[in-house]
């Protein structure tokens, strides 16, 4: 069965979301998120650069919450929740699923690292951060005009991941999204496997107390 070594509201979240939504089981494997613990020879011999998530499956263990969800999806998802590799959508699937790390969500995390090591925080830094974050959100609203989802009539694993960073937009920037995206965001977060997902979050935060 997949293992995620989760801390809550991190990013395995959208691994577990997707697990959740294909039917995938899985377990979870609570990690105590301080840097004190995450710096530990215990789980620097997880994790090369001592950061959350790691994921096993058997044998295999991986870090790099995308490449968990690629995995998956390759291993256990039967071609749900991405297009096929000849449909002409596929590249722009890989493009909006990689969007969600490597360019929405990497201003976000750098919000919550700077306010971790700077006290008091240095407000232009956090504003830039926050500019960048936005510029997604519209590039997300952009994508979204006149379509439920990003590649059009179908939910796939990159709407979900996005999604995921959308919670993190909205606790750490604005709750006040541009129109496209706020119908986006109701309609992933009414969704069963989202809910389970918070439970499972919420679930690991209780076990870790
Ligand atoms: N690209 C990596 C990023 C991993 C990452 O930055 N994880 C965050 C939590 S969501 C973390 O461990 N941050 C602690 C730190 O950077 O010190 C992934 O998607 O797994």
């Given at each position: 069965?997949?293992?995620?070594?989760?801390?809550?509201?991190?990013?395995?979240?959208?691994?577990?979301?997707?697990?959740?939504e294909?039917?995938?089981?899985?377990?979870?494997?609570?990690?105590?998120?301080?840097?004190?613990?995450?710096?530990?020879?215990?789980?620097?011999?997880?994790?090369?650069?001592?950061?959350?998530?790691?994921?096993?499956?058997?044998?295999?263990?991986?870090?790099?919450?995308?490449?968990?969800?690629?995995?998956?999806l390759?291993?256990?998802g039967?071609?749900r929740l991405q297009?096929?590799?000849?449909?002409?959508?596929?590249?722009?699937?890989?493009?909006?699923?990689?969007?969600?790390?490597?360019?929405?969500?990497?201003?976000?995390?750098?919000?919550?690292?700077?306010?971790?090591?700077?006290?008091?925080?240095?407000?232009?830094?956090?504003?830039?951060?926050?500019?960048?974050?936005?510029?997604?959100?519209?590039?997300?609203?952009?994508?979204?005009?006149?379509?439920?989802?990003?590649?059009?009539?179908?939910?796939n694993a990159?709407?979900?991941?996005?999604?995921?960073?959308?919670?993190?937009?909205?606790?750490?920037?604005?709750?006040?999204?541009?129109?496209?995206?706020?119908?986006?965001?109701?309609?992933?977060?009414?969704?069963?496997?989202?809910?389970?997902?918070?439970?499972?979050?919420?679930?690991?935060?209780?076990?870790?107390?």
């Open positions: 069965m997949l293992k995620f070594y989760h801390s809550p509201g991190t990013r395995a979240f959208r691994a577990i979301w997707v697990c959740e294909l039917g995938v089981p899985y377990e979870i494997h609570p990690v105590d998120f301080s840097v004190e613990y995450r710096k530990t020879p215990e789980w620097r011999a997880m994790h090369p650069v001592s950061k959350v998530p790691v994921m096993d499956d058997g044998d295999m263990r991986m870090h790099e919450s995308c490449a968990m969800i690629e995995y998956v390759a291993r256990y039967n071609g297009p096929a590799v000849a449909d002409p959508t596929y590249a722009h699937f890989l493009q909006w699923l990689w969007f969600s790390e490597s360019t929405f969500q990497r201003p976000l995390g750098e919000i919550t690292n700077h306010r971790r090591e700077f006290k008091p925080e240095l407000p232009d830094v956090v504003a830039e951060m926050k500019g960048r974050a936005t510029l997604c959100v519209n590039a997300l609203d952009e994508a979204l005009a006149g379509r439920p989802y990003l590649l059009g009539d179908s939910m990159a709407d979900l991941s996005n999604a995921y960073v959308l919670r993190g937009y909205r606790r750490s920037v604005t709750e006040d999204l541009p129109a496209n995206v706020q119908a986006f965001w109701d309609r992933m977060t009414a969704l069963p496997s989202y809910e389970r997902t918070v439970k499972a979050d919420a679930d690991t935060a209780e076990r870790l107390k």
